[in-house]
């Protein structure tokens, strides 16, 4: 069956440092890729997607993520958090080919310490 | 503005009544989802419509039901048969095409005791 898989539940981070979140998808036909965050009290909403073209995209707040085929893996990265990246992270894939879907992973837990 | 809205915002009913959550939308979307969120499962999908009249079973379609009558209302139903319905329903849109972003709605908590 098609999954999403998000490798870590809670990520812990002091300002500043890298963060990186793995996401990897079980799906062999086209997808397109999303993260979506929610902040504390928010809603979700659209931090960035992959269609087609440029395996690196940027998204909003200094997040990027790189589409790695062979790897079937989506991670987010940004170079220096802040106290303010404090949210739930999820990974959402798109499954065209009859699904016409989107699926999400389980979420990652992220916490920014000042 | 547009946007989603899901009501109630809190809802609580008693072991073995039905219960319908309402999602509307003003977006002019085509397609509408609804979603499951549980502490670390994330979102599952129940049930979705592409278009008016025609909607597809997620991945944890039972003991839920939908209709899809106008474009811009994706009501569900929780019947008595979903063993486990005590959660956070979330309803979300989009244009319905793969590259179409979710809108989301700010989700239904159902308690049912």
């Known amino acids: 069956a098609q999954s999403v898989s998000q490798h870590n539940h809670h990520v812990i981070l002091s300002e500043a440092a890298s963060l990186e979140l793995g996401c990897n998808y079980s799906?062999?036909?086209?997808?397109?890729l999303f993260w979506y965050v929610q902040y504390p009290g928010q809603h979700l909403q659209l931090l960035l997607k992959?269609?087609?073209?440029?395996?690196l995209v940027k998204g909003i707040k200094g997040f990027e993520a790189e589409f790695i085929k062979s790897k079937f893996s989506f991670n987010l990265r940004k170079p220096s958090v802040q106290w303010s990246d404090t949210a739930e992270y999820f990974c959402?894939?798109?499954?065209?080919?009859?699904?016409?879907?989107?699926?999400f992973g389980a979420g990652t837990r992220l916490a920014v310490h000042p | 503005d547009g946007g989603i809205t899901q009501s109630p915002k809190y809802l609580f009913r008693k072991e073995g009544q039905n219960v319908t959550l309402s999602c509307e939308q003003n977006?002019?979307?085509?397609?509408m989802y609804w979603y499951r969120q549980d502490p670390g499962q994330g979102l599952r999908l129940i049930y979705y419509?592409?278009?008016?009249?025609?909607?597809q079973k997620g991945d944890i379609a039972e003991g839920y039901s939908v209709s899809r009558e106008k474009k811009e209302s994706f009501p569900l139903t929780v019947t008595s048969a979903q063993k486990n319905p005590t959660a956070f329903y979330l309803c979300?849109?989009?244009?319905?095409?793969?590259?179409?972003?979710?809108?989301f709605g700010n989700g239904t908590r159902l308690t049912v005791t």
């Open positions: 992959y269609f087609s073209g440029d395996p």
């Open positions: 419509s592409q278009i008016v009249n025609d909607f």
């Open positions: 977006l002019n979307h085509d397609a």
């Open positions: 799906y062999g036909g086209t997808v397109n």
């Open positions: 959402a894939v798109y499954l065209s080919g009859g699904y016409n879907k989107l699926i």
């Open positions: 979300a849109s989009s244009e319905g095409q793969r590259n179409s972003p979710l809108h």
